[in-house]
């Protein structure tokens, strides 16, 4: 039997930080022209084992083999060179640059006078966006793209440098279905060009679709690799987490009790329409539709976050218009946002602090001195009720996993003691067993006679959690269905494309 060839090697590949060993000789191979996918919950080293190929750590011991050449010592830069690239899993655009400026940076086109060729920047900048189809003027500004659209134009830099081997760290994790299936499409042309993807994600059903091979890690060790199509998502799952995970979806059934906040043909200068609707007592309200169909918009809009043109909101039976977020925190509302690391964490400060900003008023004392010692009990008291996984509350932020990360702002928002919660895209980015944990939170929140408004793309997890569904396409409010055995994934897309049918 002829020796399997293997476009990437890596073997025995350790890393050590001050007190920690993040990768314990795990190993990756990657054959020519394959998508290989790379799974693990959060902390299992994938982005660890991501970073140490780009060349941003260098292993502490380990070979790596690419194109059957051992590179050692290298950097970002000369692996670019080589031929590997990489979509970050978060996002950091340059928001005041223009859509061009941030595909070709540091590799800019220029004439015969050594200037910047403006003109084949942007020639060349609008074939890459109609590689991925995305219909932007490449002059316009990040900042005023959405968080899916920034993702899109992550895929058409990865896409631009012509690299053999594109690691593409959670690319779904900010687009919808539509997208998602367009981000396949360039990952099948790639592949059949020869060029390998190693693909990281938490969504199983997409790596079922799009996958060749998978390699599991946990805690920093290697467990096993497959071929795809001869493993199951439980498997996967048990491999992942150690443990078979029940269910994903973990809805309870609670009393669903009086009108909590009513909407009445809420409209916006430019971005919804005439949009009504009712939350109630203990009820998880699902809000669903692709990009640009107004879900985020609206509730910042009804959050205080944006003006309203017109219409009437009511928050526990009188009337609701705040100017502001913390009006709406003070009335008893949270916002958990979609953007954890843009509007969410304070990354460099700690997990005490992250978790009590919200709340920072009740701490204030004579003097208006904070009472640290009690910033400091609540703090602990909830790292333990919702199970945030950290050595001590004064870690930083940004040192947890993506998932702990998310629980943090759950925290931060139940110290508030809110009467209804906006989650935008709560499990976005966080792997399957970090997102049962969320799940269950939500249903614990609700049996307490909260409510929730839960925004989601993903279509399980929308149907698997909500007591009823509204969808939205650009801006108009399609429907709102009663989330019971009927309801189906194709009906929720065909509102969501702008498709009505009588039965529905």
Known sequence: MAEEKFLLEMTGITKEFPGVKALKGVELRVKPGEVHGLLGENGAGKSTMMNCLMGIYQPTSGKIVFDGVERKNYTP??????????????????????????????????????????????????????????????????????????QMVEIARAVSYDSRLIIMDEPSSAITEKETQQLFKIIRQLKAEGRSIIYISHKLDEIKEITDRVSVYRDGSYVSSANTDEITQDQIIEMMVGRSVENLFPKVKVPIGDVVLEVKDLCHETLFRNVSFTVRKGEIFGLNGLVGAGRTELMETIFGLRPRKSGTVLFKGKEFNPKCGKDSIDAGMAFI??????????????????????????????????????????????????????????????????????????????????????????????????KSEIHRLIGELVKEGKSVIMISSELPEVMGMSDRIMVMHEGDMMGIIENDETVTPEMLMELASGIVREEQ
């Not at 830069?77 to 590997?84: A, Q, R, T, V, Y």
């Not at 629980?407 to 209804?420: G, H, N, Q, S, Y």
Request: proline content about 4%; aromatic content about 6%; charged content about 30%.
């Open 337 to 434: 946002t979609e953007d954890r690391r843009g509007n969410g964490i304070f990354p460099i400060q700690d997990i005490e602090f992250n978790s009590t900003i919200a709340n920072i008023d009740t701490y204030k004392g004579a003097g208006r001195l904070l009472n640290l010692k009690k910033m400091q009990k609540d703090c602990a008291e909830y790292i333990e009720k919702i199970a945030i996984k950290t050595p001590s509350q004064a870690q930083l932020i940004k040192n947890l996993s993506g998932g702990n990360q998310q629980k943090v702002l759950v925290a931060r928002w139940l110290m508030t003691a809110p009467d209804i919660i906006i989650m935008d895209e709560p499990t976005r980015g966080i792997d399957v067993g970090a």
């Open 77 to 150: 830069k000369e692996s670019l060179e080589f031929g590997i690239s990489m979509i970050q899993q978060e996002l950091s655009p340059m928001q005041d640059r223009s859509i061009m400026a941030n595909i070709w940076l540091g590799r800019e086109p220029v004439n015969k006078f050594g200037l910047v060729n403006w003109k084949k920047m942007y020639e060349d900048t609008k074939r890459v966006l109609e590689i991925i189809d995305l219909d932007e003027d490449p002059k316009t500004l990040m900042r005023h793209l959405t968080v899916a659209k920034m």
